[in-house]
């Protein structure tokens, strides 16, 4: 592929596939030799905890791929220049490598981290400072739309914006892969707003969807103690006590098999007394569809901030799917270009209905024009393929032969 030569790709081939950038220094070297990163990754350093450092510097005296050693300092990082405070003696040939899952191409492939792969896939995204630049520079100004907006209203209507959009528009569904402790309770994501779904995974890597309690059970939120007359009791302060969820605990010992009609014979020996007939026959009648089921159930537990799982699941393998706002991570506050139009006709009608002695008919053109974009956003966002849409179909085509 072509080197970056002035278009919306700033990237060498190796800059982005490998995460590595290569210069070669005066020579001989110097103290105070310095290079500069053109990743679209910014540098992070740390000059106690290697571990905060985003990337490792090597030195060669030829440049060839085997010859790099790892360079032990001293340097200094402002921005993304690196600055020698020692003499690389022969060494003039630099390679800064960002830290990758495969640790690397250089030396004893040992910059291990994962800043090489959150820029995959960069290319489809951009950043809400280059909207909100964007937006000022359309519709901002004598002769525009807008003839003065401060920046901040801008940001603030920009930063809404995403989070609207993130919520069923944008694709910002992240997922956490975690074991089901002994608790049954996993505590939720620190960026979470709502489950996208919850599922196990077995041996195969094949997911199972977990569902919802509904119905079947409910987490308290407040669980006040009571004496033996059932009043509330309170501390010196006159605030109420609280104890532990008596329905939590039995839930979390409940018997799924008397739950889901997945009943055996020693249980149907158990509740003889009203079971009458060949034990086999009816099990399942009358029994609801959303309880039909042996994968599991889970429910939101908000007053201790974790999502509760039925006692089936202890020890499994979940995924765990969410959406988060969009805001939470300077990393997050991207927008997919597929929907930057749609947020550049949010900021517009944002800004412009909240003015007063603006004529109506121009905030319901605005307004209009808004719904469409965003329409059109998830549309574009939706991914839908025609041949997908053609191999369901065909699978519903298929006749039944007993």
């Known amino acids: 592929m072509p080197i970056p030569n002035g278009g919306l790709i700033t990237e060498t081939n ?150 609207e959009f993130s919520y069923d528009t944008l694709k910002s569904v992240k997922s956490q892969e975690i074991t089901i402790p002994p608790s049954l309770g996993v505590t939720i994501p620190q960026d979470y707003v709502n489950y996208v779904s919850l599922a196990y995974i077995d041996q195969l890597g094949v997911r199972h969807p977990i569902y919802p309690a509904n119905n079947l059970t409910s987490s308290p939120y407040e669980v006040p103690l009571q004496d033996e007359a059932g009043d509330y009791t309170m501390d010196n302060t006159g605030d109420l006590l609280e104890g532990t969820s008596i329905t939590n605990e039995r839930w979390a010992t409940a018997n799924d098999r008397l739950l889901n009609g997945n009943i055996t014979f020693n249980d149907y020996q158990s509740y003889g007394s009203y079971l009458t007939g060949n034990p086999f026959y009816g099990q399942r009648y009358g029994n609801d569809p959303q309880n039909s089921q042996r994968n599991g159930w889970f429910n939101m537990n908000e007053r201790d901030g974790t999502i509760a799982f039925s006692s089936n699941l202890k020890d499994r393998l979940i995924i765990l799917d969410y959406i988060s706002d969009g805001l939470a991570y300077d990393l997050d506050s991207r927008i997919p270009k597929m929907a930057e139009d749609a947020l550049y006709a949010h900021i517009l009608y944002s800004i412009l209905a909240g003015r007063i002695n603006q004529p109506e008919y121009v905030i319901q053109r605005l307004k209009r024009d808004r719904s469409a974009k965003l329409r059109n956003a998830k549309i574009r966002l939706s ?10 179909m065909r699978g519903k085509s298929k006749w039944i032969k007993s």
Do not use: C, M
């Not at 991914?383 to 369901?392: A, C, D, G, H, R």
């Open 14 to 163: 190796e800059q982005y596939y490998a995460g590595a950038q290569r210069f070669l220094i005066s020579d001989p070297p110097v103290v105070g030799d310095s290079v500069t990163t053109t990743f679209n990754t910014d540098l992070t350093y740390d000059s106690v905890n290697a571990s905060l450092t985003n990337f490792v510097v090597y030195t060669s005296p030829t440049g060839l791929a085997t010859s790099y050693d790892k360079f032990a300092g001293p340097y200094t990082v402002v921005g993304n220049t690196i600055t020698f405070g020692a003499s690389l003696t022969l060494k003039k040939h630099i390679a800064v490598q960002l830290k990758s899952l495969d640790g690397g191409s250089f030396d004893n492939e040992d910059a291990f981290g994962d800043t090489v792969q959150e820029n995959y896939g960069s290319y489809a995204y951009t950043s809400l400072n280059d909207v909100i630049n964007g937006f000022i520079a359309t519709y901002v100004g004598e002769h525009k739309l807008i003839g003065d907006v401060k920046r901040t209203d801008v940001i603030f209507h920009a930063k809404r914006g995403l989070q």
């Open 383 to 392: 991914n839908i393929k025609l041949s997908e849409i053609v191999q369901v």
